[in-house]
Every structure is written in structure tokens, then in C-alpha cells.
């Protein structure tokens, strides 16, 4: 059977699937636009999805043979996964492989934009530092401080986990309180959302992008943070919304913030670029070799099962039998 795969991937993973089936990779250091994925996808059996969107329109113009849409990435918010299901197509995701990188890349944000890291190596780089200055370029203290953590999942408890080693007070939001037992546990507080940001030091996001999340963070929100508190986004762009957060930084409402991603990826709201206490990353919060790689097997893992017929392991909606 054929498997296309919309961007490079490492090879053990893709041999992985080439023991089994053609496999086609886009060669391309692009993604395809899209009609060059659909004209891809019109005879093939599965596709590794790395990065492309795929709506109801492309959904409605891909070959009957598609069985499965793999997506390289835990969030599946740039496929309709709703609109596969009604056309028969299973949608799969890569959880936990990625769980505690992306931790990681919320605390390396969060650390940055706190004793401003970027700044200070810009900073040296220049040529400005001609010697101690002890009460130049100083930062917010993180241990100890109150870590408000929206969307309280696989990623967001690893990120409170890490909290716990910096002696932090750790708040959680999440659509779903936990068990009194989890929670104690992780050493969490449930609080509602405007509360956490109310008292918050450092507000990390961690909910998947769906309709209710869009713009979570809006201009209301932001203005619940204290003055010196700072955001940081390792989500989905546009759960904060992204010019709100530009005049809450200018207008000196909250202290900063550290992004991975954006409303509009790769666009950047003009004005974020010029301020000095934004730390700014290209989408890669799971970017690390191992992780990437692992995501690769993952998803090649749900295409094996699905085209051996059966239910794979990560599969998100509930297709219609055909
Ligand atoms: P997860 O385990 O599903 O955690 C998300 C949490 O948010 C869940 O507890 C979920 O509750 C909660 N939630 C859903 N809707 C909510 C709402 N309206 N209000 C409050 N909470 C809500 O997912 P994860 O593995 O931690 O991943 C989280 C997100 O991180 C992904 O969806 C992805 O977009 C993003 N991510 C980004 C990168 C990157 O490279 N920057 C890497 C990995 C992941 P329920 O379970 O009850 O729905």
C-alpha cells in the first residue's frame, strides 16, 4: 500500500514502514501546497502528516483509499479530524513521546525571558560588557514564585513537576479538576482561570487549540496579570491572542513573555520582534532529535496498525465505517 509522508523524516522510522509498503516523501524543503497534496494523497493509503493542513476541502478531494491521516504531533488542530471521521478516515496523534521535551522548552522560556537570557547574550555579543555592574540587566526571580498553569494535562503536570524543584506554588486550570489524590500528589492547587492569573508570578499555557481555547488569553485576561508577571505560550498561537498580549507588553502590563508559537505561524504581529523582554522561538517545543525522532515512529506505528486493520493505538475521532 502507499504511504505519503508530507515532510522529511529520519529513516528508521520510514523503514519501518518501506518493510511493508511504498512509501513517498515530499523531497521538498517545503510543505506541499495544497493541491500538491492532494494530487499526493489521490491513491494513497495513508498519510504521515508532518506540518500540512488538511481541512474538509482537501478532505473532500483525496482519493476513496485513504484510511489514515498520521499526524506528526500531539495537537491535531490543523486537521478536521471531524470531517475524516464522517468520510471514513481515522486521525492519530503522538502523545507522550513529546510530553516532558516540550516541558523542557516551557521552562527554557520561562527562564529566559525571567533573567533575560536572550538579552544579556545580545548584550555580551555587542561588546557592552566592559566589566560587573551590579545592578545592570538584573531579572525576576523564579524559585519560590507562584506558576499558574493553564490546561493541566501530560505536558502542563510536567511543567508543574519541574515547579516543584524550584520550590514554586504551583496553580492549575484545566477543564477537568482532578482526583483530590492527583492533585496532592503533583502538589497542585485548582484554581479557576481568572483567579491563576490574578495570582500568578509565570503563566504557562498548555491547552490543545479547539474553539473553546481560541483566544483563551484574551485582552480581559491579560489584564488580570500582575505587572510583573510573564506569559509564556509552548500551545498553539492562537490561544493567546496575539495583539492583545503586543499592547499588554508596550503597555507595560505584564512584565514579558516567551513564545514558541503563533497566532498566525510563520507570521509574527509586527511590534513583538522590537520589544526586549519577548523571547521568541520557531515552533520547537519538541525539538529535539530524540523526541522528533521518537514522534516519527510513533505515527508509523499508527499507519502499521491501521493498515493491518487494526485500531491504532493513538486514534482521536471515531470514523464512520465504510
Ligand atoms: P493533553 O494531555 O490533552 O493536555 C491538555 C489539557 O488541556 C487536558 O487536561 C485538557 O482537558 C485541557 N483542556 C482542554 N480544553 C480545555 C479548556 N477549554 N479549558 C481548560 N483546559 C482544557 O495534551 P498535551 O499532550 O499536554 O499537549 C497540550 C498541547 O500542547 C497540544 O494540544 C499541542 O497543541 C501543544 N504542544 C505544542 C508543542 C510545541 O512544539 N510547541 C509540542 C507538543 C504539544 P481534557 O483532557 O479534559 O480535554
Known amino acids: 500500500m502507499k504511504v505519503y509522508v508530507s515532510f522529511w523524516l529520519p529513516e528508521a522510522p520510514l523503514n519501518a514502514l518501506r518493510e511493508k509498503h511504498a512509501v513517498e516523501v515530499n523531497e521538498i524543503d517545503r510543505l506541499p501546497t495544497p493541491d500538491e497534496l492532494i494530487a499526493h494523497l489521490t491513491d494513497a493509503d ?18 476513496d483509499r ?22 471514513g478516515i481515522m486521525v492519530t496523534n503522538t502523545p507522550d513521546v513529546l510530553t516532558e521535551t516540550t516541558a523542557d522548552m516551557a ?46 494535562g501530560r505536558i502542563g503536570q510536567a511543567v508543574g513537576r519541574r515547579a516543584l524543584g524550584f520550590g514554586m506554588n504551583v496553580l492549575y486550570y484545566d477543564a477537568v479538576r482532578l482526583a483530590p489524590e492527583t492533585e496532592s500528589a503533583l502538589s497542585a492547587t485548582y484554581f479557576d482561570l481568572e483567579p491563576l492569573l490574578k495570582e500568578s508570578d509565570f503563566v504557562s499555557v498548555h491547552v490543545p ?9 484574551n485582552a480581559a485576561r491579560l489584564s488580570l496579570m500582575k505587572s510583573s508577571a510573564f506569559l509564556v505560550n509552548t500551545a498553539r498561537g492562537p490561544v493567546v491572542d496575539e495583539l492583545a498580549l503586543l499592547e499588554a507588553l508596550r503597555d507595560k502590563r505584564i512584565a514579558g513573555a516567551a513564545l514558541d508559537v503563533f497566532e498566525k505561524e510563520p507570521e509574527v504581529t509586527p511590534g513583538l520582534i522590537d520589544l526586549p523582554n519577548v523571547v521568541l522561538a ?20 499508527n499507519i502499521l ?18
Request: charged share 20%.
Open 46 to 63: 495513508a498519510f504521515l502528516c508532518v506540518g500540512s493542513r488538511v481541512d474538509a476541502a482537501v478532505l473532500d478531494k483525496v482519493g
Open 66 to 87: 485513504l484510511k489514515i491521516i498520521a499526524n506528526w504531533g500531539v495537537g491535531y488542530n490543523n486537521i478536521d479530524a471531524e470531517h475524516a471521521a464522517k468520510k
Open 107 to 152: 521552562w527554557a522560556l520561562l527562564m529566559a525571558v525571567a533573567r533575560r537570557i536572550v538579552e544579556a547574550d545580545t548584550y555580551v555579543r555587542a561588546g557592552h560588557f566592559q566589566g560587573f555592574k551590579p545592578f545592570a540587566m538584573l531579572g525576576a526571580d523564579v524559585w519560590g514564585k507562584t506558576i499558574g498553569i493553564v490546561g493541566f
Open 209 to 217: 487549540l479547539i474553539e473553546e481555547t481560541r483566544h483563551l488569553i
Open 282 to 301: 520557531p515552533h520547537i517545543g519538541s525539538g529535539t532529535w530524540e523526541t522528533r525522532t521518537n514522534m516519527a515512529h510513533l505515527a508509523a506505528k
Open 305 to 322: 496498525a491501521a493498515l493491518a486493520g487494526d485500531t491504532p493505538p493513538n486514534l482521536v475521532n471515531k470514523p464512520v465505517s465504510r
